[in-house]
């Protein structure tokens, strides 16, 4: 069992990191897009500036465990006060489970008292595809120089139970300390957890 769930893992990081031509350390792919204000957004923009990309579907119970209980928010808005962009992104396709129009996202960002920098519409599944993202949530963090050096969970316990945020290990603000203080992440790659994203 123990040699099985070891193996699964290794796959399944090999799948993210080969697959989607994703290494820590190395320039994140580059990606134009568009805000449910209309405005574009292209990830050589922030250069300088550090990047997270959060995968999101309101729909989505593990998505709702960290939006229910305000983390999420409490992550975005600690981000960005320590000057970092926050864009969630939202790759439902048209017909599938967290597909929204720009209106619909706008009122759960407002009704959840969310703080991202910006919310990217990406119906066409171009960007998620692009960053190999499997699952809602999945967290990727892009340094000033504009590399990838963190992709995973946002944190280390795989439920819908908000209960469990307290007790897991976080992830992705200790990471983006580190970014920030110019250090390598200590874990720049962990299994993410979710529901699937609906491409």
């Not at 050589?44 to 999420?72: A, Q």
């Not at 000057?83 to 009704?111: C, M």
């Not at 998620?128 to 050096?149: F, S, V």
């Not at 908000?162 to 920030?180: C, E, F, H, N």
Request: hydrophobic fraction near 35%; proline fraction near 6%; charge should be positive.
């Amino acid at each position: 069992m123990l040699i099985k769930s070891a193996l699964t893992t290794l796959l399944f990081i090999v799948a993210t990191t080969a697959g989607a031509a994703l290494r820590i350390g190395e320039p994140a792919p580059e990606f134009t897009g568009i805000d449910t204000r209309g405005n574009s957004h292209t990830l050589s923009d922030f250069r300088g500036t550090p990047v997270i990309l959060e995968w999101t579907n309101h729909d989505c119970p593990y998505v709702r465990k960290h939006y229910n209980s305000g983390n999420m928010q409490q992550q975005q808005r600690t981000a960005t006060e320590k000057g970092a962009v926050w864009l969630s992104i939202i790759s439902s396709a048209p017909g599938k489970q967290g597909h929204v129009t720009p209106t619909q996202a706008d009122a759960l960002t407002l009704q959840r008292k969310a703080a991202p920098s910006a919310v990217i519409l990406d119906e066409n599944g171009d960007i998620g595809r692009l960053y190999g993202a499997k699952t809602t949530p999945h967290m990727y963090i892009i340094d000033a120089e504009g590399k990838l050096a963190y992709m995973g969970g946002i944190d280390s316990i795989a439920s819908s139970n908000p209960a469990d945020i307290s007790k897991a290990t976080q992830y992705v603000l200790p990471a983006l300390t580190q970014v920030m203080d110019g250090k390598p992440v200590a874990s720049g790659v962990t299994r993410p957890y979710g529901c699937s994203v609906k491409y």
